[in-house]
């Protein structure tokens, strides 16, 4: 292990904020990489996790769910971010680009552990709930962007966003998604302006 292996990672990260998420192909505006994605699904899982243990789910690791939201997209700087489309044309091996991007960094082994709980856990709330919550902060980061591209004017964002709402397993992700689908992007802006400052 050397400080070049993992200057090399860095950079290999990076290249995310290059690389278009594929979902834009097909029926949304704009064009967010995965860097953004993961960025956002990662403060939405540690609130998300955060939320449960105030909702008395004690047992919950907000540190477990944080990493998992960082590191879930990672292997598509070699896999690419693959559609509905792709998939069913393509197979990609997952599990061999997670061995080969972390078998020259010292806390590899860490990683593919993190990664490899998320991937094995993600549908199954009583074997790891902190998996499932990562997967529902990844559900809510996509719908916020379809709502955001309807109100730009997409008429196909609505059919998806009630896909990606049925998708989510926890009362806490359902009700925020109520809150998204009935909002506005722009209610907190309006709100922060409008609001006095207490004396």
Not at 177 to 195: H, L
Request: glycine content about 6%; some cysteine.
């Amino acid at each position: 292990m050397t400080n070049k292996n993992i200057a090399n990672f860095f950079f290999e990260v990076g290249s995310l904020k290059r690389i278009l998420r594929s979902s834009y192909q097909t029926f949304l505006d704009g064009g967010e990489t995965i860097a953004e994605h993961s960025f956002r699904t990662a403060i939405i899982g540690y609130v998300l996790a955060l939320l449960e243990k105030e909702n008395g789910n004690d047992k919950i690791d907000e540190n477990k769910v944080l990493k998992m939201c960082l590191f879930h997209d990672l292997p598509e700087t070699r896999t690419g971010d693959q559609n509905l489309i792709h998939q069913k044309y393509v197979s990609a091996d997952e599990d061999e680009a997670i061995e080969d991007q972390y078998q020259n960094l010292f806390c590899g082994d860490e990683l593919k552990k993190i990664l490899k709980e998320y991937n094995e856990g993600k549908y199954d709330i009583e074997k790891n709930p902190e998996a499932v919550i990562t997967k529902e902060a990844d559900l809510l980061e996509q719908l916020l962007q379809e709502k955001e591209c309807q109100e730009k004017g997409n008429t196909h964002a609505a059919e998806w966003m009630e896909h990606s709402k049925s998708r989510l397993k926890t009362e806490n992700g359902k009700k925020i998604a109520e809150e998204i689908i009935n909002g506005s992007s722009r209610d907190w802006w309006y709100d922060a302006v409008t609001k006095k400052k207490a004396k």
